[in-house]
T-cell receptor, first 115, second 112 residues
Framework: GAVVSQHPSWVICKSGTSVKIECRSLDFQATTMFWYRQFPKQSLMLMATSNEGSKATYEQGVEKDKFLINHASLTLSTLTVTSAHPEDSSFYIC???????????FGSGTRLTVV | GESVGLHLPTLSVQEGDNSIINCAYSNSASDYFIWYKQESGKGPQFIIDIRSNMDKRQGQRVTVLLNKTVKHLSLQIAATQPGDSAVYFCAVLLGGYQKVTFGTGTKLQVIP
């Protein structure tokens, strides 16, 4: 139980285009989901907290107009990277809290490459 | 704000030996701690957690020790196996378990 599915697992896009990443909780409901960004050989950095039915809470330094988050249902949150640039290339990971004993469960990540 | 760090960025261990991965945190109000394992190209996988009212918790081949006095926790892996090779992160939670802060990460290399 407590599976978080992330899609796509990898995506390559052209500079200036937008990319949407989906995060789904498959067997539990998640009123809150979290989006992280991870550069190679670095730790996970929290970008934003996604709240079902309300606006996301962004961490300091994260551009909310560039990283659009929508949490329209209890099982789905989406992250849209708008007008992507090569510096946005990274590993994006979502997470949701499933409750004990699973705790915070993570998706498998999305490797974004902007060319 | 919270900062979490690790003492060793890379740890090489002989197969069968025990591994100890350390983590320091700065906020004494932190009350929930989690260890994650991340294999290359994958998301973090939960290993074990501990709350601040405990100083030790054991799982299968893993033990987490928490020393609140010096704000330090460690992950011990018994009889390390090649499959344990990965990057290990400690995570610290604040504010009603809503915000997770990750440490720098330690890469564990198991030598066959």
């Amino acid at each position: 139980g407590a599976v978080v599915s992330q899609h796509p697992s990898w995506v390559i896009c052209k500079s200036g285009t937008s990319v949407k990443i989906e995060c789904r909780s498959l067997d539990f409901q998640a009123t809150t989901m979290f989006w992280y960004r991870q550069f190679p050989k670095q730790s996970l950095m929290l970008m934003a907290t996604s709240n079902e039915g309300s606006k996301a809470t962004y961490e300091q330094g994260v551009e909310k107009d560039k990283f659009l988050i929508n949490h329209a249902s209890l099982t789905l949150s989406t992250l849209t990277v708008t007008s992507a640039h090569p510096e946005d290339s990274s590993f994006y990971i979502c997470s949701a809290r499933a409750g004990r004993p699973y705790g915070y469960t993570f998706g498998s990540g999305t490797r974004l490459t902007v060319v | 704000g919270e900062s979490v760090g690790l003492h060793l960025p890379t740890l090489s261990v002989q197969e069968g030996d025990n591994s100890i991965i350390n983590c320091a945190y700065s906020n004494s109000a932190s009350d929930y701690f989690i260890w994650y394992k991340q294999e290359s190209g994958k998301g973090p996988q939960f290993i074990i957690d501990i709350r601040s009212n405990m100083d030790k918790r054991q799982g299968q081949r893993v033990t987490v020790l928490l020393n609140k006095t010096v704000k330090h926790l460690s992950l011990q892996i018994a009889a390390t196996q090649p499959g344990d090779s990965a990057v290990y992160f400690c995570a610290v939670l604040l504010g009603g378990y809503q915000k997770v802060t990750f440490g720098t990460g330690t890469k564990l290399q198991v030598i066959p």
